[in-house]
């Protein structure tokens, strides 16, 4: 088996770019249609082959360690037909029409760049109306130097020398078949057909750059926390000046100091005095709508829920808004001057509540009435 490293005439501690070099000065040397010697398709084929091997961190890491690129001794082992290389798709698609590369030509440079999603944080009011929302991105975008040509300035891309703009080379793969001939995708150029012998120093031949932008965004009214808003185009820039993908805005509506959100309806609670709730009052309580007036009726008992229409968040698909529901908290008095106390204990006999040492008699009030209705079963 040929050494790899001595294939290429590189050190076993050769960074990746020193081996790309060694490789694309000897697959120029050794292709058929350059190299005129009677060994010229095996020495290209053991320069590409090593290429192959040490260009794949997981292969040179395996070949490093067993001498051999598949993890086992030399000749078939026990990996069956593949420690000889032994591609059966390869001769499948050979003798039956396929070309056991991608069969399509070339692969555009230019590609479509990736959809991105970030995350938005947005107060509770801002959800029920909608909002105007200025965020920053950090994504790729076009380069300004080179406009997405990848080259630099009063430079183009060349034909590559290797595959003749085919993005395509055949190799030969020894099989049970005999030597076969498979056609992969060219290592020099990627497949692209192309190399770029002068990348453009500010994008370093990608054709986009790493930048933040700011965007103003549309939160429509409505929108809940897991909300996604897609913004087409407005994604990361694709290679070579592609178009942009899509950016998708997740939003977060923070949690409010005085109202919480179930659906589209908004719940609050107001704390009311005893005394407030038991003859009857109007109660002013700021919404996101302003203030509103609340009419508490005489009697109102705590746990009670009073209900404005229409005040609640707007709905996201469709007409209208949800409902402002605001939960009474009747409010007890936990400390009593003498006076106070005084007045308490008069209204408590008023109301036929005898108290003695604070404890309700029971030969009056509430359990005087039970007792009695108790009493006629």
């Known amino acids: 088996m ?4 001595e294939a290429l005439g590189v050190s076993r501690d050769a960074t990746g770019e020193e081996i790309k070099k060694a490789y694309r ?9 350059v190299y005129q010697g009677d060994d010229a398709e095996e020495k290209f084929k053991d320069v590409s082959h090593a290429y192959e091997v040490l260009s794949d961190p997981q292969k040179r890491r395996v070949y490093d360690t067993t001498g051999n690129e598949n993890g086992t001794d030399s000749g078939f082992g026990g990996g069956g037909f593949s420690g000889q290389g032994f591609a059966f798709q390869d001769i499948f698609e050979t003798f039956f029409g396929g070309q056991g590369g991608s069969g399509q030509g070339p692969i555009p440079r230019k590609q479509r760049g990736q959809d991105a999603l970030i995350g938005v944080r947005i107060e509770l009011r801002e959800a029920v109306f909608g909002v105007n929302k200025k965020i920053e991105v950090d994504t790729a975008v076009l ?6 040509s990848c ?16 993005g395509q080379v055949q190799r030969p793969v020894r099989s049970i078949l005999g030597q076969v001939m498979t056609v992969t995708s060219c290592t020099t150029c ?8 002068e990348p453009c120093n500010e994008c370093m031949g990608e054709g986009r750059v790493r930048s933040r932008r700011s965007l103003t965004i549309k ?3 409505g929108v809940d926390t897991g909300t996604r808003i897609q913004l087409g185009g407005q994604g990361e820039a694709g290679p070579a000046g592609g178009p942009s993908g899509d950016l998708y805005v997740e939003m977060r509506v923070n949690r409010d100091a005085l109202f919480s959100r179930e659906r589209d309806d908004l719940h609050a609670s107001v704390n009311v005095p005893m005394t407030a709730a038991a003859l009857g009052t109007e109660l002013n309580i700021e919404t996101f709508d302003g203030t509103q007036q609340l009419n508490v009726k005489p009697g109102t008992q705590s746990g009670e829920v009073l209900t404005l229409r229409g005040l609640g968040v707007t709905h996201l698909r469709g007409q209208g808004r949800g409902d402002l529901k605001i939960e009474l908290n009747i409010e007890t008095p936990t400390k009593v001057d003498a006076a106070q106390e005084e007045l308490l204990k008069q209204l408590a006999a008023l109301r036929g509540e005898q108290y003695t040492e604070g404890k309700l008699a029971a030969s009056g009030g509430v359990f005087a009435k039970l007792r009695d209705k108790l009493g006629h079963l």
């Open 2 to 5: 040929t050494n790899h490293y």
């Open 25 to 33: 000065k000897l697959a120029r040397k050794y292709h058929p249609d």
């Open 219 to 221: 939160v429509p009214a």
């Open 151 to 166: 080259c630099r300035e009063g430079t183009t891309e060349q034909t590559c020398e290797i595959c003749h703009g085919s």
């Open 143 to 148: 380069c300004e130097t080179c406009q997405g």
């Open 190 to 197: 990627q497949g692209h057909g192309t190399v770029i012998p």
